[in-house]
């Protein structure tokens, strides 16, 4: 079965630019997440989603990132304008059934570098 | 509200001894516990979970961990460690009701030297 796929793996560019990352949850799972990981802060929920409704945003460090599930299948958060702070690794992480006991399913992350 | 605690940053032990890595958690409600490995540049997999029933509960790579309500631990335990169990391990917890939020532990990297 296909786990959690994100993309890109690795993303390195310029502090003021766009970056958009992708995640495409297991089919079937109606719960999504993003989390971030650093040294200094270890693993931090930013926000997750359930039937694609954003259900707790309370993560999100600032205006600058966004996300979005349009649909079942695929997500996306954005950073505009991108700072160097902001590099770290970014997991996407998908279960089933809300308020279930079912765990969470990470993918392999991307790890983004901004310069 | 919940909050885990994972006491040992890294835990350095020779290869084919045993292991034990503390995971302690605090919930006023009843809760589901999670232990997840991460290798080097990989995400998070799970090594195993206690929803309810016996306290003793067994995951892959020979991995157990046991529930004890009264102590409020979730220690995970592996009675001899392999070269390949080098990695960060996470606990979790996950109260009852509609959220699915985990709350991690801030990990402990399980240094196996030969």
């Known amino acids: 079965d296909a786990g959690v796929i994100q993309s890109p793996r690795h993303e390195v560019t310029e502090m003021g630019q766009e970056v958009t990352l992708r995640c495409k949850p297991i089919?079937?799972?109606?719960?999504l997440f993003w989390y971030r990981q650093t040294m200094m802060r270890g693993l931090e929920l930013l926000i997750y989603f359930n039937n694609n409704v954003p259900i707790d945003d309370s993560g999100m460090p600032e205006d600058r990132f966004s996300a979005k599930m349009p649909n079942a299948s695929f997500s996306t958060l954005k950073i505009q304008p991108s700072e160097p702070r902001d590099s770290a690794v970014y997991f996407c992480?998908?279960?089933?059934?809300?308020?279930?006991?079912?765990?969470?399913?990470f993918g392999d992350g991307t790890r983004l570098s901004i310069l | 509200a919940q909050s885990v605690t994972q006491l040992d940053s890294q835990v350095p032990v020779f290869e084919e001894a045993p292991v034990e890595l503390r995971c302690n958690y605090s919930?006023?409600?009843?809760?589901?516990l999670f232990w997840y490995v991460q290798y080097p540049n990989q995400g998070l997999q799970l090594l195993l979970k206690y929803l309810s029933g016996s306290t003793l509960v067994k995951g892959i790579n020979g991995f157990e961990a046991e529930f004890n309500k009264s102590q409020t631990s979730f220690h995970l335990r592996k009675p001899s460690v392999h070269i390949s169990d080098t990695a960060e391990y996470f606990c979790?917890?996950?109260?009852?009701?509609?959220?699915?939020?985990?709350?991690f532990g801030t990990g402990t990297l399980l240094a196996v030297q030969p």
């Open positions: 919930s006023s409600v009843s809760v589901y």
């Open positions: 089919s079937g799972h109606n719960s």
């Open positions: 979790a917890v996950k109260g009852g009701g509609a959220t699915n939020k985990l709350i």
């Open positions: 992480a998908s279960s089933s059934g809300q308020g279930s006991n079912q765990p969470q399913h």
